[in-house]
């Protein structure tokens, strides 16, 4: 699949199968996430890796639009270190999620993106759940696994939201 076919028919996939997800593919979403743009390239990104069922059945309990996690096989907290970036780490944690949506749908995975940020509820659940250091802040949840499924290509281009050289 070529990039501009990956990002066109990208779409968040919350019906996953049992099959687990190889630690290859894993770690090929990782290197990819971290290939992605950091602002001042201070790399401010953790991710911690989420397997472990007794873990994922606990998220739908503090994070009230993840009740699909319970059926997932994986997913991905993209946290930052504020210490490597006070004012951007956010951006940084954004756009490697997008590059793990991506990657993952390229590989034939699903996945679909959980907002943490900026709610205070889901950040505490997820600081206490995997025990996070202060300066560690989890940005969004990535769930990932095989799709049960297959979505339809939407498009969503939309000529009246662009404007050249002024509004």
Known sequence: MDTIECI???RSCRSFTSETVAKEDITLLLKCAMQSPSAADKQSWNFIIIQDRKILDKIPGFQKYGGFVAGAPAGILVCCDSTKNADMWAIDASIAAQTILLAAHAIGLGGCWLAVQPFPD?????????????NIHPHCFVVIGHPAEKQPVVNRFDEKKIHFDQW
């Open 8 to 10: 066109l028919t990208r």
């Open 122 to 134: 889901f950040i505490q659940g997820f600081r206490e759940l995997l025990a996070l250091p202060e």
